[in-house]
C-alpha cells in the first residue's frame, strides 16, 4: 500500500520556523516529482512548493517564495519544507503529494499529483 506521511506540523509563534516531512512508503517516488499543497479553514487548496524527481527544479507559491525552501532526499524517500519566518496567514493543514508519472514536467496544478498524505496541521500565532 502506497502511503506518505507528513509530521513536524504544530503550534508556532509568527517569526519562527518549521520544518515538514513527507515519508513514502510501498513505493519509490525517486523518479517523481513532489510537491507541497495547504489548505486554509474556508478556503481552497494552494500550491506551496515542488520539486522534480532529481531536485534539480523548485517551483513555489508566490506567497511563500522567499521564505520557504523544498527539498528531497531520495535515498530516504523523504521530502521535506523548511519553513521560515512563519505568518499567521500560513496556518493551514499542509499536504504531500507525489505524481505518478515517470519523470513527468514538474506541476503546480494539483490533478496532477495522484497520491496524497493525509495532512499535517500548522497553526502559527501572532
Known amino acids: 500500500q502506497v502511503q506518505l506521511v507528513e509530521s513536524g506540523g504544530g503550534l508556532v509563534q509568527a517569526g519562527n520556523s518549521l520544518r515538514l516531512s513527507c515519508a513514502a512508503s510501498?513505493?519509490?517516488?525517486?523518479?517523481?516529482?513532489m510537491g507541497w499543497f495547504r489548505q486554509a479553514p474556508g478556503k481552497e487548496r494552494e500550491f506551496v512548493a515542488a520539486?522534480?524527481?532529481?531536485?534539480?527544479?523548485?517551483y513555489y507559491g508566490d506567497a511563500v517564495k522567499g521564505r520557504f525552501t523544498i527539498s528531497r532526499d531520495s535515498s530516504k524517500s523523504t521530502m521535506y519544507l523548511q519553513i521560515d519566518s512563519l505568518k499567521p496567514e500560513d496556518t493551514a493543514v499542509y499536504y504531500c503529494?507525489?505524481?505518478?508519472?515517470?519523470?513527468?514536467?514538474?506541476?503546480?496544478?494539483?490533478?496532477?499529483?495522484?497520491?496524497w498524505g493525509q495532512g499535517t496541521q500548522v497553526t502559527v500565532s501572532s
Open positions: 503529494a507525489a505524481d505518478s508519472r515517470f519523470r513527468a514536467v514538474l506541476s503546480r496544478r494539483s490533478p496532477e499529483y495522484n497520491y
Open positions: 510501498g513505493r519509490t517516488f525517486r523518479d517523481n516529482s
Open positions: 520539486i522534480s524527481w532529481n531536485g534539480a527544479i523548485t
